[in-house]
Structure formats: structure tokens, C-alpha cells
């Protein structure tokens, strides 16, 4: 959904959401476990501070990339496309859902303070809904797709072990549909749509689906978040 199009949208309903109290009701993900389990396997942390980096797609990135900017252990996270060609890594093109990219967010972090299992658990549990396909909330269409883009061996491991993990214990009432796949690449996006929860915190869209995942990551790991 482009921009424009969130706004007229979701500026027409947003007092009649708040009214009835379904501000955030979409960001939530359905969960049958009162704490969410952290991953099994997992990377060890770091003896020494470092860079390595995280590809995920869960919906409109404004709101992934705003969750792991207020999470501790982020060096940076910048939104962009992945899954497709450079050719095609433009917001026009890639908005019509035929050029395989998803809206990604690239996360840069310090593995001597969060590990690559610890930003899943806040992928699956906070950013996004992994029991959609192939949509997010108001958002529909394959570059809306959940993803795990992994860089190494190891991130594939942690992440197909972790959604096993979370399928098992039966944390989702349906199943999860996140892919794992191998990143062949990232694009960052067009400048306006960097940080776009911190320069548009009063946008209905952002009000709506994205502000509540900030205060769910605050409320559900403290220890783990962050002010900018």
C-alpha cells in the first residue's frame, strides 16, 4: 500500500479506531504463551564488541526498522528491499508486488550485546505477525512477506531451529509462514522512508500499527530497549 494511500486510509478511520479501542489490535501477534520462549539455539555472545548483521521482512518497514532502532545491541537498522535484483529496488516497482523483493530491514548489531536469536525472538514476538502470508496488517502483497534472509550457515540454522521451536510449543493458534531463504542481497529504500516512525510519529498508520510494537518491546524486554 503506498503511502498516500495509508494516510487517506487510515486518516478516515483512525478516531473511530481509537474510540473503540482497536488502536494496535492489528501490530499484535496472536500468542498462546504468556512468556515468549527464547530461542534454544543460538549464537554465544561475543567476547569482544563487533559488527555482523540481521535481514528481516515483517510487513511495512517502517515499523520493523523503528523496532530494532529502540533495541539495545543495534548499531543501526536502515529499511530497503531484498529477495529481488537492483534493477527492480525502487519503491514504484517494488510495490507491485512482481519483482520478489520484500520491504526489509537491514540490522547491523553488536554480538558482544544482543545475540542473533534474541533479535528473532523480538522479530516473532514484537515486529510483526508471522502467521500471515503474504501480507501484514492493512498491507497486502509478496513484499509484504515475512522473510528471514540469512547471511550465514549459522543464522539458517538458528532461524529454522527457532521457528521449529516456536511450531512445537505451539506459541501461534496457526501456523507460522515465514520463509528462510539465503540474502543475495540488500537495498536500502529512498531517503523518505528512513526513520520514518521518528520523523511521522503523529501519522495515523503510524499511531495505529506501528507506535503500539514500540511500547510492547519496552513493556516485554526492558532489559533489551531502548530510547533513541
Same mark, same amino acid.
Given at each position: 500500500? +503506498?503511502?498516500?494511500?495509508? %494516510?487517506? @486510509?487510515?486518516?478516515?478511520?483512525?478516531?473511530?479506531?481509537?474510540?473503540?479501542?482497536?488502536?494496535?489490535?492489528?501490530?499484535?501477534?496472536?500468542?498462546?504463551?504468556?512468556?515468549?520462549? /527464547?530461542?534454544?539455539?543460538?549464537? &554465544?555472545?561475543? =567476547?569482544?564488541?563487533?559488527?555482523? %548483521?540481521?535481514?528481516?521482512?515483517?510487513?511495512?518497514?517502517?515499523? %520493523?526498522?523503528? %523496532?530494532?532502532?529502540?533495541?539495545?545491541?543495534?548499531?543501526? @537498522?536502515?529499511?530497503?528491499? =531484498?529477495?529481488?535484483?537492483?534493477?527492480?529496488? +525502487?519503491?514504484?516497482?517494488?510495490?507491485?508486488? +512482481?519483482? #520478489?523483493?520484500?520491504?526489509?530491514?537491514? $540490522?547491523?548489531?553488536? &554480538?558482544?550485546?544482543?545475540? *542473533?536469536?534474541?533479535?528473532?525472538?523480538?522479530?516473532?514476538?514484537?515486529?510483526?505477525?508471522?502467521?500471515?502470508?503474504?501480507?501484514?496488517?492493512?498491507?497486502?502483497?509478496?513484499? *509484504?512477506?515475512?522473510?528471514?534472509?540469512?547471511?550465514?550457515?549459522?543464522?539458517?540454522?538458528?532461524?529454522? @531451529? *527457532? $521457528?521449529?521451536? !516456536?511450531? #512445537?510449543?505451539?506459541?501461534?493458534?496457526?501456523?507460522?509462514?515465514?520463509?528462510?531463504? &539465503?540474502?543475495?542481497?540488500?537495498?536500502? =529504500?529512498?531517503?523518505?522512508?528512513? #526513520?520514518?516512525?521518528?520523523?511521522?510519529?503523529?501519522?495515523?498508520?503510524?499511531?495505529?500499527?506501528? !507506535?503500539?510494537? !514500540?511500547?510492547?518491546?519496552? /513493556?516485554? *524486554? &526492558?532489559?533489551?530497549?531502548?530510547?533513541?
Amino acid at each position: 500500500m +503506498r503511502p498516500w494511500i495509508r %494516510v487517506a @486510509a487510515f486518516g478516515a478511520i483512525a478516531s473511530t479506531m481509537v474510540v473503540f479501542g482497536a488502536v494496535g489490535s492489528r501490530a499484535k501477534p496472536p500468542r498462546g504463551n504468556a512468556t515468549f520462549p /527464547k530461542p534454544a539455539i543460538d549464537q &554465544p555472545v561475543a =567476547a569482544k564488541k563487533g559488527k555482523e %548483521v540481521a535481514v528481516l521482512s515483517g510487513g511495512c518497514f517502517w515499523g %520493523v526498522q523503528a %523496532v530494532f532502532q529502540h533495541t539495545k545491541g543495534v548499531i543501526s @537498522a536502515t529499511s530497503g528491499y =531484498a529477495g529481488g535484483t537492483a534493477e527492480t529496488a +525502487r519503491y514504484e516497482t517494488v510495490s507491485s508486488g +512482481r519483482t #520478489d523483493h520484500a520491504e526489509s530491514v537491514k $540490522i547491523v548489531y553488536d &554480538p558482544s550485546e544482543i545475540t *542473533y536469536g534474541q533479535l528473532l525472538m523480538i522479530f516473532f514476538s514484537v515486529a510483526h505477525n508471522p502467521t500471515e502470508l503474504n501480507k501484514q496488517g492493512p498491507d497486502w502483497g509478496t513484499q *509484504y512477506r515475512s522473510s528471514i534472509f540469512y547471511g550465514s550457515p549459522e543464522q539458517e540454522k538458528i532461524a529454522e @531451529a *527457532y $521457528i521449529k521451536q !516456536l511450531g #512445537d510449543a505451539k506459541v501461534y493458534p496457526s501456523r507460522i509462514m515465514t520463509q528462510v531463504v &539465503p540474502l543475495n542481497g540488500f537495498y536500502p =529504500a529512498e531517503g523518505y522512508h528512513q #526513520d520514518y516512525l521518528k520523523h511521522h510519529p503523529d501519522s495515523p498508520y503510524i499511531v495505529i500499527n506501528d !507506535l503500539p510494537k !514500540l511500547l510492547r518491546l519496552k /513493556k516485554e *524486554y &526492558p532489559e533489551l530497549y531502548r530510547e533513541y
